[in-house]
C-alpha cells in the first residue's frame, strides 16, 4: 500500500492561531470552536456526513484535531420539530438541566418529546479536514476511550494533538445483537515535518 497524498499546505499555517485570532476580532459573540465548525455525525455504515444537510462529506478524514471537551447536550429526535438540532450544549449537569427546564416552560410539545435522561455527556472534539474546514465531531463514550489511546501513541512521541496529522477512520463494533460504528485514530505524520 502506497503511502497516503495528503494536501499538506492546509495543515502548514498555525490553525489555531487563526481561530483564536478570529475569535479576538469578534469579542462581542460568544463562539467557540464547537459552534464555529460544522457538526459531523457518523451514519451506521461509519461515514461522516453533515449533521445539517446529511450529505456524506468524508469516509475517512485526515486532519489536525485542535481541541476537545466535555459537553452536556441534547439533540432533537428525529419526527420532533427540531429533529437534528443541538438543544443543549452545557458544560456541567447543573447548567443542562437549568436550559432544559427553560426548554420545557417556554415550550409546553417540549415536554411531550423530551426528559431529563435525554441529556447525555459526550465528548466533542474540533478540527480542521484536509479541505481547509474546521469540524465539531460528538463522540460516544467507546470513541473516547479511542482518543484516550490515541493520546498515548502522541504521549511516547513527544507530541500534542495539534502537532501531528491524524486519520480518522470508523470500525463497527458487535456485542450480541448490538452494533454501532467507533471512531479510530492513526498518526499519519508529524506536522513539524510538513513545515
Not at 484536509?130 to 511516547?156: F, H, P, Q, T, V
Not at 494533538?161 to 452494533?179: N, P, Q, Y
Request: hydrophobic residues 40%; glycine residues 6%; aromatic residues 10%.
Amino acid at each position: 500500500m502506497g503511502k497516503e497524498l495528503i494536501n499538506k499546505e492546509v495543515f502548514q499555517v498555525d490553525l489555531k492561531a487563526k481561530v483564536e485570532e478570529f475569535k479576538n476580532k469578534n469579542k462581542d459573540f460568544d463562539l467557540d470552536f464547537v459552534e464555529l465548525g460544522t457538526h459531523l455525525k457518523l451514519t451506521k455504515t461509519g461515514k461522516f456526513q453533515s449533521k445539517d444537510d446529511e450529505k456524506v462529506i468524508f469516509d475517512n478524514l485526515t486532519c489536525v484535531i485542535l481541541s476537545g471537551r466535555s459537553q452536556y447536550v441534547l439533540w432533537g429526535k428525529e419526527g420532533t420539530p427540531n429533529a437534528d438540532e443541538l438543544l443543549i450544549s452545557a458544560d456541567n449537569i447543573e447548567d443542562a438541566v437549568n436550559v432544559f427546564e427553560s426548554l420545557a416552560t417556554d415550550d409546553e410539545t417540549f415536554k411531550h418529546f423530551y426528559t431529563l435522561k435525554d441529556i447525555k455527556a459526550r465528548y466533542i472534539i474540533t478540527l480542521i479536514a484536509e479541505d481547509g474546514e474546521l469540524y465539531a465531531i460528538n463522540m460516544s463514550s467507546s470513541s473516547k476511550s479511542a482518543l484516550g489511546n490515541y493520546s498515548k501513541s502522541c504521549i511516547k512521541k513527544g507530541l500534542g494533538f495539534s502537532d501531528v496529522i491524524t486519520k480518522i477512520t470508523t470500525a463497527e463494533r458487535v456485542k450480541g445483537k448490538l452494533a454501532w460504528v467507533v471512531l479510530n485514530f492513526e498518526i499519519i505524520e508529524s506536522r513539524k515535518q510538513v513545515k
